[in-house]
């Protein structure tokens, strides 16, 4: 059986082409799946009841199973999705104030191999790239799902996206041209991996990239982060001067705030100081718990503190809302399991 989703028109039209059936059908099957969320052929009623029989002989939309839906107070919806090998992700929907957009979280992998000591991702190391198909595949179950159309998306869910480039690139390109939503409404998160970075920056694209910066020293950062022994502060500082050299664009940093441990004034200073020559906005994100560590949440006093001492410094900052933290939902609450 062949998989509607992730397909192009063209490729689409490989197939009503052995159907002998022109490529005027082949644009409307592209449309119900991208633009109005099919879930099966038989939804498809602007085709013939024939040439809908014909195809469900050989074609599904979606092999991708909703596991667990669960929705939080504050709007989040967050689902469990099961690929045909059994392997699990999550993907989540937030809603912002601003009603108009709605924002997909995807995940790139199933686990993750950097090993944050904060992350429950990385608890569960790295079991396997999700493909193209796959990432996109999180998008139309929400649409689907729904009924609604997916306005942003953020590659902040399992995984790190630029260990699996290849997928993300090509994913980020329907998105793009079937969606139809921005480049500038996609934003991929890297916890820094120099080679992807230096990748990116050779590309002429309009979306943002974040970077999981987390301390603004080595020894620090290694702690939290042990991809800091491979590409350490340094280094990333070189890459990320030269991705905005090259291709104009200002960065997000991302920096997850823990209590008494990266959230004192000497770290905001030190934090300030090594992006005062680098485009960038910051985003500070509380930490949210996850088992297997004893990190804490600092408290909002803590929180405001950091955000002023960077602001001085001439950066624009914002502080990440918490979404969905009472369904694990919540950034670095994902584990791709059932609790
Ligand atoms: N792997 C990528 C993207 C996914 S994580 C990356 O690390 O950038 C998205 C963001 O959530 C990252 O900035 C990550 O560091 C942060 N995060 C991970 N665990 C967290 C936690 N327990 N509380 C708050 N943020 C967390
Ligand atoms: Fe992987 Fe990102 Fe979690 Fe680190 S924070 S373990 S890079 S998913």
Same mark, same amino acid.
């Not at 979606?62 to 596991?67: A, D, H, L, P, T």
């Not at 999981?212 to 080595?218: Q, R, T, V």
């Given at each position: 059986m062949q998989v509607l989703t992730g397909l192009s028109q063209k490729e689409i039209e490989i197939i009503t082409d052995n159907l002998h059936q022109s490529k005027f059908r082949a644009r409307q099957i592209h449309n119900w799946i991208?633009?109005? /969320?099919?879930?099966?052929?038989?939804? +498809?009623?602007?085709?013939?009841k024939d040439f809908r029989e014909q195809l469900k002989k050989i074609a599904v939309v979606?092999?991708?199973?909703?596991?667990i839906k669960q929705i939080s107070s504050d709007g989040t919806i967050k689902y469990l999705l099961e690929y045909p090998d059994g392997e699990c992700v999550e993907t989540v929907l937030m809603r912002f104030d601003n009603r108009a957009n709605l924002t997909a979280c995807v995940?790139? !992998?199933? @686990?993750?191999?950097?090993?944050? /000591?904060?992350c429950a991702t990385g608890k569960r190391g790295f079991v396997r790239n999700l493909t193209y198909k796959e990432i996109i595949e999180q998008v139309l179950t929400i649409q689907r799902d729904t009924g609604l159309k997916v306005t942003n998306v953020v590659? +902040?869910?399992? @995984?790190? *996206?630029l260990l699996n480039l290849d997928n993300v690139l090509k994913a980020m390109e329907i998105f793009n041209e /079937?969606?139809?939503? @921005? !480049? %500038? %409404?996609i934003t991929v998160s890297t916890s820094g991996i120099i080679p992807g970075i230096k990748r990116l920056a050779e590309l002429d694209m309009q979306s943002t990239l974040a970077i999981?910066?987390?301390? *603004?020293?080595?020894d620090l950062r290694k702690k939290l982060m042990p991809i800091e022994e491979k590409f350490n502060l340094d280094e990333l500082k070189l890459a990320l001067k030269d991705y905005v050299q090259k291709t104009g664009r200002r960065i997000t940093v991302e920096y997850l705030l823990i209590k008494d441990l990266n959230d004192t004034v000497p770290c905001a200073k030190k934090l300030a100081e090594y992006l005062f020559d680098l485009k960038c906005n910051v985003n500070i994100i509380p930490y949210n718990p996850t088992a297997d560590n004893d990190y804490q949440r600092p408290s909002n006093n803590a929180i405001m503190r950091f955000k002023c001492l960077l602001e001085h410094s001439g950066k624009k900052v914002t502080v990440r809302l918490e979404r969905g933290a009472d369904i694990d939902a919540a950034c670095g609450q994902l584990k791709g399991k059932v609790n």
């Open positions: 991208y633009l109005k /969320s099919a879930s099966s052929i038989d939804d +498809m009623t602007d085709l013939s979606s092999n991708v199973k909703i596991k995940s790139s !992998q199933v @686990g993750c191999a950097v090993n944050c /000591s904060f590659f +902040m869910g399992q @995984g790190e *996206p /079937s969606f139809q939503i @921005g !480049q %500038r %409404r999981s910066l987390h301390a *603004p020293e080595h």
